[in-house]
């Protein structure tokens, strides 16, 4: 079993940045394929990126390409999400979470798992 946690949502301006750090509990972390994903108000949930279990793999939404960037690190049982250029429509909850190793990237959400509790991103214009 593997327990969530996400930390680093806030408030920022269009163009800015935030981290995004999401902390694992267990052992079995490294197994994991891991996603990040958000829900905006009135929309569905969405896959943002993704990274396979040993960090040799990502993918990314076309709406965060060249903007956001996924990475883990498995000794620190941590995965993080850098936003950059952030666009008052990246504004959501955002959402980490574990799906097993074999699941062909990026996943869709039933395919996950595990889930934190979210952390809200507010883009302002």
């Known amino acids: 079993q593997v327990q969530l946690v996400e930390s680093g949502g806030g408030v920022v301006q269009a163009g800015g940045s935030l981290r995004l750090s999401c902390a694992a509990s267990?052992?079995?972390?490294?197994?994991?394929?891991m996603g990040w994903f958000r829900q905006a108000p009135g929309k569905e949930r969405e896959i943002v990126a993704a990274?396979?279990?040993?960090?040799?793999?990502?993918y990314y939404a076309d709406s965060v390409k060249g903007r956001f960037t996924i990475s883990r690190d498995n000794a620190k049982i941590t995965v993080d999400l850098q936003m950059n250029s952030l666009k008052p429509e990246d504004t959501a909850v955002y959402y980490c979470?574990?799906?097993?190793?074999?699941?062909?990237?990026?996943?869709?959400?039933?395919?996950?798992?595990?889930w934190g509790q979210g952390t809200q991103v507010t883009v302002s214009s």
């Open positions: 979470a574990a799906t097993a190793p074999f699941t062909v990237m990026p996943g869709s959400l039933d395919d996950y798992d595990y």
């Open positions: 990274i396979s279990n040993g960090g040799g793999r990502t």
């Open positions: 267990g052992r079995t972390f490294s197994r994991y394929t």
